[in-house]
């Protein structure tokens, strides 16, 4: 009868020995199938940091070369003159007129400006792309003039030159370069 007893609770450790078996081997395989995968890929060789430190410094001078060439300034734009270097003089109106009290007046000042160029269209779409500090300067320019600058000779021609230096100063701000040669006022009212 003890004999009975022994073989029973043998018949009954040897399934949990099989599963512990089993699992330990399965874990095994699983182990060997990574560190082997990982070893195929490459990722215990040793890697040479000076030759992805060049690589990237390649990267990072081509990328500055391409953006220094998508910024370039703009170049003038020539006419063909026998004798003489001119050039093209190009124009664009701001849409709406500027309208500024002025210091210390009750006064009201309203002009239409136009911009003239010698460079190219990129000039233009500076203009257009902020157009609304632009518009802020000038009306900051317009807004500073007095009473007794109005009743000048040269009033409208030193009010252009000072709304040229704002915008030139603002465009330099935001894109590196001006490009603005003067300012014209299509219409120029002060009540």
């Known amino acids: 009868m003890a004999d009975e007893e022994i073989e029973v609770e043998e018949k ?22 990574v560190v082997g995968t990982m070893f195929v890929t490459g990722f215990f060789d040793k890697k040479d940091s000076s030759a ?11 990328a500055s070369a391409a953006k220094a060439a998508s910024e370039a300034i703009p170049q003038k734009v ?18 709406k007129p500027l309208v500024s009290n002025m210091m210390n007046s009750r006064k009201v000042m309203q002009v239409n400006v136009s911009i003239m160029t010698h460079y190219d269209e990129r000039v233009f779409k500076n203009v257009k792309k902020h157009e609304v500090a632009l518009r802020s300067v000038a009306l900051d320019v317009m ?13 409208r021609k030193e ?19 001006g490009g ?3 300012i014209f006022f299509s219409s ?3 009540q």
């Open 180 to 182: 603005i040669e003067e």
């Open 52 to 62: 992805v430190e060049a690589r990237l410094a390649e990267l990072e001078a081509a």
């Open 78 to 95: 020539t006419k063909d003159s026998p004798e003489l270097t001119r050039f093209e003089n190009s124009y664009m109106d701001l849409e």
């Open 143 to 155: 807004r500073q003039q007095t009473d007794a600058e109005l009743n000048t000779p040269e009033f």
């Open 188 to 190: 120029f009212v002060v």
């Open 12 to 33: 009954k450790k040897s399934p949990l020995i099989k599963i512990i078996i089993f699992a330990v081997v399965g874990i095994l395989v699983l182990a060997g199938t």
């Open 159 to 177: 009010l252009a030159n000072k709304i040229r230096d704002a915008m030139n100063k603002t465009l330099e701000k935001y894109e590196d370069f």
